[in-house]
């Protein structure tokens, strides 16, 4: 075997280790629930880690690093039974999970990026049951759901559907992707041309490797595991996408960057748009961008959750009636 194919077989085995891990910590060996800190005084926040990857591992350095009690609650996988793309089955399958955890509140719950929304319809769900919820912490958020014109958009559309506990699967999942397709519109909107251009060459690229790539996969086991990959991506681009977010009179810290992983400014982590919603409002410029937010710049995330968990909360305390045009006060901590 000469050196270059020694090479590229060494990048294929550290390929599938890799697709492997995935693999075993959306389906394995991720826990339910996992608690951090438990010795640690303070009302544990309950967060919904969003990571159906590398099952939530980011956590542990978060708690580390803050202080601060952390129930962990993972992401559903393909193997859950029923499994549907839409955040409001999923808040309701893990609000079995929160209340074993926690039989009586007050609550706080937080989560990332598409665990933010499960964590956000939990807290709703709660809510509804009479129970309190102190606080909602939510870091990169998708942030598209807020936006006056796809709330219409999306209630246009939904009123022609049943509503979401009824839907079939197949339509709940047309919804969500047709609902991703407006999704990646506006997160170009605010984009320059050039830049609008750039993305649509690094998308193209994007799937022309990851079709060359597919096609070369020899491996039955290989190719299963990228295929289930992208299987639950797409249940959760669904899911996410076609949730409406309710206003709420909860308070909410948001923590983002405005930033996709490709470095460019992005609407749909522009976390500051969640003010249009609440009532009670933080919002926390985080450094970096949509993933190196919880590995390069981790400490600071960590530093700044620890103020937020551990001191008093200062929010916007004005409470006017919700209307989607409406523009709260928001107050900002960099």
């Known amino acids: 075997m000469n050196d270059e194919n020694r090479t590229r077989d060494d ?83 893990r609000l079995k999970d929160i209340l074993a955890f926690r039989p009586a509140g007050p609550y706080r719950l937080g989560g990332y990026c598409n665990g933010a929304l499960v964590a956000y319809e939990c807290a709703r769900l709660l809510k509804e049951q009479g129970r309190e919820v102190e606080l909602i912490l939510m ?40 609902m991703n397709a407006f999704w990646n519109i506006g997160r170009t909107v605010r984009l320059p041309s050039g830049d609008i251009v750039r993305l649509a060459r690094n998308l193209a690229t994007h799937h022309l490797k990851h079709v060359a790539k597919t096609e070369n996969l020899v491996g039955a086991e290989e190719r299963r595991i990228r295929e289930t990959n992208a299987a639950l991506r797409s249940v959760y ?59 390069e710049h981790a400490s600071e995330l960590a530093a700044n959750l620890a103020r937020v968990l551990q001191g008093p909360l200062c929010v916007s305390s004005r409470i006017p009636a919700y209307n989607d045009r409406l523009k709260l006060a928001v107050a900002h901590r960099t």
Request: hydrophobic content about 40%.
């Open 11 to 93: 990048i294929r085995g550290r390929r599938l280790e890799k697709l492997r891990f995935w693999r075993r910590a959306c389906a394995e060996e991720s826990e339910t629930l996992k608690l951090y800190n438990a010795e640690m005084e303070g009302n544990p926040l309950i967060f919904l880690h969003g990571d159906f990857e590398m099952g939530g591992f980011y956590v542990r350095r978060l708690a580390a690093e803050c202080g601060y009690p952390i129930a962990a609650l993972a992401s559903h996988g393909l193997e859950d039974p029923g499994l549907r793309p839409s955040i409001e089955w999923m808040a309701k399958e």
């Open 139 to 178: 870091i990169e958020p998708p942030s598209l759901n807020t936006w006056p014109f796809y709330r219409r958009l999306h209630g246009a559309i939904a009123a022609t559907l049943a509503t979401v506990e009824r839907r079939s699967l197949a339509v709940q999942k047309s919804f969500g992707h047709l």
């Open 237 to 295: 681009l669904a899911a996410t996408a076609s949730y409406l977010p309710p206003p709420t009179t909860t308070p909410i810290v948001v923590l983002s960057t405005g930033i996709d992983h490709g470095g460019r400014r992005c609407g749909l982590y522009d976390g500051t748009q969640w003010s249009r919603l609440a009532s009670s409002f933080l919002h926390i410029q985080l450094s970096g961008h949509h993933l190196t937010c919880l590995s």
